[in-house]
């Protein structure tokens, strides 16, 4: 059974940055097919925000290539989520995902970004 665990969130100023997790049990995040994240912004749709690939490929939503970066620590079984230049659209549950014939969720953590 996988299990993935996200934290990481917060309230920060527009410009500031944060750092999210995603810790990953049950499975090396090398043997899923991709990890990544979504959010959901209060009256919202869930929307798609970016992935890393089993094979390393990454990518984003257009509104966040270039701001935010996402990367792995295999020792760690963990993937991360660097948010730069964080604006106030930013705000939203971030949540991230693991998958490979299914999809398996973190609980969601709050990215909250002030003007």
């Known amino acids: 059974q996988v299990h993935v665990v996200d934290s990481g969130g917060g309230l920060v100023q527009a410009g500031g940055s944060l750092r999210l997790s995603c810790a990953a049990s049950?499975?090396?995040?090398?043997?899923?097919?991709?990890m990544g994240w979504y959010r959901q912004a209060p009256g919202k749709q869930r929307e798609f925000v970016g992935y890393i690939k089993s094979d390393g490929r990454t990518d984003y939503r257009n509104s966040v290539k270039g701001r935010f970066t996402i990367s792995r620590d295999n020792a760690k079984n963990t993937v991360y989520l660097q948010m730069n230049s964080l604006e106030p659209e930013d705000t939203a549950v971030y949540y991230c995902?693991?998958?490979?014939?299914?999809?398996?969720w973190g609980q969601g953590t709050q990215v909250t970004v002030s003007s």
């Open positions: 995902y693991a998958s490979d014939s299914l999809v398996y």
């Open positions: 049950g499975r090396s995040i090398l043997n899923m097919n991709s």
